[in-house]
């Protein structure tokens, strides 16, 4: 079972301190406005502001509290070291660059035996890494997380890429024994009830390796039906909310 009353929580925080600070952008619409009113047009404005950082303040946190129960340790936004060997970054060049010209099909447990083969070898350097979204431990296993939004760009996939191996060798020259994994989650699917169409990002990713996807990410975390608790968690403080959310967006038709 998923901590429902500590998720519920977390929501109706977000919800009603988003009702609190939210200002729409001042902006004249008046076609918009006269033919959908006031009040469907800022229930638009506040749904876009909301999407622009659900990532962070909904999904993390919700994903963190998943995990406790689950995992040694869990933390959201993780710093990586920033330390990496030169020859770990040649040979995370060479890997996308073949990947780039379809020279090599995805292999990540290839890949990161190829990067711990170097993860200390020649000049080592700093860099500066991405900021993990989400990390998890077990005894025996490290995973740092990208959480992205529902439908990435494709052309971003190249990045996300560099990203994942940079953070293997990062971690590897830390500590040259340590079993990782470094992936993309994506916390639903937008095509459902259709496939996440997976074959637009087949040549970067190692889709059995560094990508989860709605139920896969959610009971990964969480445990079995973990995405199904989830929904209907979501669900029952829209229901219970109803009255606090109508209310907000009544106010906007009765502003001339």
């Given at each position: 079972m998923i901590k429902e009353s500590e998720i519920k929580k977390l929501l109706k925080h977000v919800l009603r301190d988003k009702f609190a600070n939210h200002n729409p952008e001042p902006c004249s619409m008046p076609f918009h406005t006269r033919l959908l009113g006031k009040d469907r047009l800022a229930l638009y404005s506040f749904i876009?502001?909301?999407?622009?950082?659900?990532?962070?303040?909904?999904?993390?946190?919700?994903?963190?509290i998943l995990s406790q129960s689950n995992f040694m340790s869990s933390k959201k936004q993780y710093s990586t070291p920033k330390i990496i060997s030169e020859k770990a970054q040649r040979v995370i060049?060479?890997?996308?660059?073949?990947?780039?010209?379809?020279?090599?099909l995805p292999n990540?447990?290839?890949?990161?035996?190829k990067i711990r083969?170097?993860?200390?070898?020649?000049?080592?350097?700093?860099?500066?890494?991405?900021?993990?979204?989400l990390m998890l431990e077990t005894n025996n296993e490290l995973y740092l997380i990208d959480l992205?939004?529902?439908?990435?760009?494709?052309?971003?996939?190249?990045?996300?890429?560099?990203?994942?191996?940079e953070w293997v060798a990062v971690i590897l020259a830390n500590n040259p024994n340590k079993n990782i994994h470094t992936l993309i989650a994506i916390p639903y699917n937008p095509y459902a009830p259709n496939p996440y169409a997976r074959w637009t990002i087949r040549g970067m990713l190692d889709l059995d390796e560094e990508l989860k996807v709605a139920e896969e990410f959610w009971d990964f975390i969480g445990g079995q039906n973990t995405y199904n608790e989830l929904l209907n968690c979501f669900e029952e403080v829209g229901v219970e909310m109803r009255d606090e959310i109508?209310?907000?967006?009544?106010?906007f038709n009765l502003i001339s």
């Open positions: 876009h502001s909301l999407n622009t950082n659900f990532g962070t303040t909904i999904f993390e946190p919700i994903a963190l060049q060479n890997i996308i660059d073949e990947l780039s010209s379809a020279n090599i990540k447990i290839n890949e990161i035996e083969e170097v993860c200390r070898s020649g000049t080592m350097r700093e860099i500066r890494t991405t900021k993990v979204d992205k939004t529902a439908k990435p760009n494709i052309g971003e996939f190249k990045g996300f890429k560099r990203t994942l191996l109508d209310n907000y967006f009544k106010k």
